[in-house]
């Protein structure tokens, strides 16, 4: 190789040559060595809560062979790194509290994680539910202004994928609950430790791992799904395969090509497809709301138009009007007789309404135009249907619920969703976290995969028992959310929807040692997936942590659940577990939500009454009951029946023999 030209010196060097032999010496002697590689994990960074009860894992990375010294505690150990830089040591139990300095050196390498605590720490983990902050619960305001807890700690853990099982993780940082973080902490799991800090009293480590709208099998590795290689190889090549048929369907739905929006026609600064005389005849009729994925545009990412018509009187228009238009996925341009009247972005709370000012209206006929832009996940107008209506001065609300006109202007396939493929997540999100002891898990999820319930069952089981196989820990304690209330109330007993069986199987999993199960029926959002009441849930899961965990034996943890039955006469007295001091109805309210079917199987709903801790359930109609039901449906809000401490009854479906 020749030598470097003259040109490639830095100018600082282009003097004589003893000189720069000697400014070579120096930088040479100044510069650390090429190979220095001592680190610790992310998990052992600066504020980090260390599992309290046992040995503390220290681990990190350095030359291969160098030889290492720990310090923490008044601990002093050593070890060698092996063939590949990796080194461990088990620095005996520290006493609870802290703060603690953890000092690592590989000859002339230092690090140092400092105010660390020994405490108990938590995973968090699943879907949106979980990753829903602190800021957007109820009263997030105040709670972020009021938060000054330092021994509660959050770490969130970045939000990717891998092929293969992480050793660490990319980044992350334990930031305290104080206003300047805590807005940003799960609100489930804030709630959660900042009652366990009152009843407990350790620090508390909160290692948030969730990931908005996954499924549960991207949280499980591949033997947790029961596949070998070849068979994860095989369930990743046909999720291609289908994307790839679901593009083909998609773009023959729009005509054989993905429209580009830039060909649009524009009149001035008006959008054409917003003038209330634009001919939209030939435009495709939208039930609304609906996500557009489940009305045959599945996998489009883009812009759509939704057009429809509303009236009002001369003296209504004088007045002016209020528009709600409910969730929209994600952002959204409204105009109204082509005046732009409110545009937002974010899919995750209800729009405010817009005020619709008077010179955009007229008497008669008005058209709304909404142009809809959607980059990822679902799209649409999507809301639930008592949330779309105009509003008049006086209060009167017009539904705007039922068909519009809707055309794509822009559009894209979505590109595989990295939260939907299995393995990914455990890789590079959970495993990293296995090296460290923890006190257990919380988990919210479910509600992606809330199709396929029977599917869920087994994988649901699959994953608990191999996360504490990962952990080493048979009995780790696991602790879930069962899905909250959503939708609009049942129609009718027999309108059940997905849900209900999706949360029998999530209760399946309470066969199993060391689990428990928060109720959410009651603290859900007919017309959100987001319910942001996460205080009554993180209570609940701390409620069960303390009976199961912290020894609170005699606790009141969880609402009734089903334990048995009796038919005689045609009631059916059902007998309840976790009764407490007896059973009641929410808010003094009349006892709803059951129902029973017949000989013919057909759905009734019953009347109930509570005796002492058994609950009599019947139904005129059905003289010989053979199933019975309680709070079965996406949202029963005509559940009523809780124990003496509010906390509601699970529900169930039972066949009924004598």
């Not at 400014?23 to 980090?48: E, K």
């Not at 539910?129 to 700690?153: C, F, K, L, P, Y």
């Not at 939260?419 to 923890?438: D, F, S």
């Amino acid at each position: 190789m020749p030598p470097p030209s003259h040109r490639s010196v830095p100018l600082f060097l282009r003097s004589s040559r003893p000189m720069r032999a000697l400014l070579v010496a120096l930088v040479l002697l100044l510069a650390p060595p090429a190979s220095a590689q001592l680190r610790l994990p992310v998990l052992l960074s600066d504020g980090a809560v260390l599992q309290r009860g046992g040995p503390i894992p220290v681990w990190g990375w350095a030359d291969p062979g160098a030889s290492v010294t720990v310090r923490l505690g008044g601990a002093r150990l050593t070890t060698q790194a092996d063939a590949a830089g990796r080194w461990r040591v088990r620095v005996p139990a520290l006493a609870v509290g802290g703060p603690y300095v953890l000092d690592v050196r590989a000859g002339t390498e230092r690090v140092r994680a400092q105010d660390l605590l020994v405490g108990d720490v938590w995973v968090l983990s699943g879907q949106s539910n979980m990753q829903w902050t602190v800021e957007d619960s109820d009263d997030g305001a105040a709670v972020v202004a009021a938060a000054d807890d330092t021994r509660i700690r959050h770490l969130r853990v970045p939000r990717a994928a891998a092929d293969a099982p992480a050793d660490d993780l990319p980044s992350g940082t334990w930031e305290p609950a104080t206003p300047e973080f805590v807005g940003d902490f799960s609100g489930v799991g804030y709630f959660f430790a900042r009652d366990l800090r009152q009843h407990v009293g350790v620090p508390i480590g909160l290692l948030h791992a969730s990931w908005g709208g996954s499924r549960i099998e991207p949280w499980m590795d591949a033997r947790m799904l029961g596949l070998d290689d070849a068979g994860l190889a095989a369930t990743l090549e046909g999720i291609r395969a289908a994307h790839q048929v679901t593009e083909a369907a998609l773009r023959e739905r729009l005509g054989g090509t993905f429209p580009d929006e830039a060909t649009e026609p524009v009149d001035g600064v008006m959008p054409a497809l917003a003038m209330p005389d634009l001919d939209d005849a030939d435009w495709t009729t939208l039930r609304v709301p609906v996500r557009w994925e489940s009305a045959g545009y599945d996998g489009l990412d883009g812009v759509a138009w939704y057009r429809t018509t509303f009236e009002v009187s001369a003296e209504e228009a004088a007045q002016g009007v209020s528009l709600s238009l409910g969730l929209v996925d994600d952002g959204d341009h409204t105009y109204v007789n082509g005046v732009l009247v409110g545009q937002g972005q974010g899919a995750s709370f209800p729009r405010d309404p817009y005020p619709v000012p008077t010179e955009a209206l007229r008497a008669g006929e008005n058209v709304l135009a909404v142009r809809v832009t959607d980059r990822s996940g679902s799209g649409g107008l999507k809301g639930g249907e008592g949330l779309l209506f105009v509003e008049t001065a006086d209060g009167t609300r017009r539904p705007l619920a039922g068909d519009w006109r809707f055309r794509v202007t822009e559009g894209r396939m979505s590109p595989i969703e990295t939260n939907k493929v299995p393995v990914g997540l455990w890789n590079q999100m959970i495993a990293p976290l296995t090296e460290a002891p923890v006190a257990g898990v919380l988990w919210y999820q479910g509600e992606s995969n809330a199709n396929e319930p029977e599917a869920y069952r087994e994988q649901f089981q699959s994953l608990i028992s191999g996360w504490r196989q990962a952990w080493g820990r048979p009995a780790m304690p696991f602790l879930w959310v069962q899905l909250a209330g959503y939708q609009p109330p049942p129609d009718g007993p027999d309108d059940v929807g997905a849900w209900p069986a999706l949360r029998a199987a999530q209760s399946a999993a309470l066969a199993l040692p060391r689990t428990a199960e928060a109720l959410a029926l009651d603290v859900g959002d007919a017309n959100n997936i987001h319910p942001t009441d996460k205080q009554s849930v993180g209570r609940r899961l701390a409620l069960a942590a303390r009976a199961m965990v912290y020894g609170e034996d005699d606790l009141v943890s969880s609402g009734p659940r089903y334990r048995s039955h009796a038919v005689r006469e045609g009631q059916v007295k059902i007998a309840f577990d976790h009764v407490g001091e007896g059973l009641a109805t929410r808010d003094g309210a009349r006892l709803g939500g059951f129902a029973v079917a017949g000989t013919d199987g057909a759905w009734h709903w019953a009347d109930a009454r509570i005796e002492a801790d058994r609950v009599v359930v019947w139904s005129d109609v059905v003289q010989t009951p053979t199933l019975v039901r309680y709070a079965w449906a996406n949202n029963p809000t005509a559940a009523t029946l809780v124990n003496a401490a509010g906390l509601p009854a699970a529900p169930f479906e039972v066949a009924l023999t004598e």
